[in-house]
């Protein structure tokens, strides 16, 4: 309403001298804002330009209704309000979980060309998916402030390193495992690495 104020106030000086410029003026606050439903716009006809709004109380009254809602539509009949909004949630989740597949794992764009790379590349993106959201829900079914990332950067530091003696044999050496790394893995029912 500040906009269409100003633009009142402006009519017949330097910038806003004909009905034109008015006109233009006025329907360009209207749509920076998204407010052009709510207001009946009046520029006289004959004459200095001059501007004359007045909101609509139908369509502010609509407005406040909707203000904070949305609506979610779908083909099911089945689904009761509850699922539709826990389907889209979980929808945002998904979403969620890829940017974070994207992110921590570094996944970036691969360059796969036969509908079998395409389909191989898409299953192993969401089996990483499906462990996030599996750590999470065991850490949070144990009350654990952790997230799935989170456990999965502090896991990270464990190393295994197989060194091979002048063909005399393999040893093989873990780096030590630490508290937090070893209830990480108690929780998440790892079986134990051997050192």
Request: aromatic share 8%; proline share 2%; hydrophobic share 40%.
């Amino acid at each position: 309403m500040q906009g269409l104020e100003k633009v009142k106030n402006g009519c017949g000086k330097r910038k806003l001298k004909t009905k034109e410029q008015v006109y233009h003026k006025t329907y360009t606050v209207l749509e920076k804002y998204k407010t052009k439903r709510f207001f009946n716009i009046n520029i006289n006809k004959h004459g200095a330009p001059r501007l004359k709004f007045e909101l609509i109380d139908k369509e502010t009254e609509k407005a406040d209704w909707l203000d904070g809602k949305f609506i979610l539509e779908t083909s099911s009949r089945n689904l009761l309000a509850v699922d539709i909004a826990q389907v889209y949630h979980d929808r945002d989740t998904i979403e969620k979980f890829f940017q974070t597949l994207k992110d921590i794992v570094e996944l970036r764009p691969t360059y796969v060309y036969t509908e079998r790379h395409v389909k191989a590349h898409v299953f192993i993106c969401i089996l990483a998916v499906l462990l996030l959201s599996l750590i999470k829900k065991m850490l949070k079914e144990t009350n654990k402030d952790l997230s799935s990332i989170k456990a999965l950067q502090i896991l990270d530091g464990i190393k295994r390193v197989e060194l091979t003696v002048d063909g005399k044999g393999t040893i093989v050496r873990t780096t030590q495992i630490n508290n937090q790394q070893r209830e990480i893995i108690s929780i998440l029912n790892v079986a134990p690495i051997s050192l």
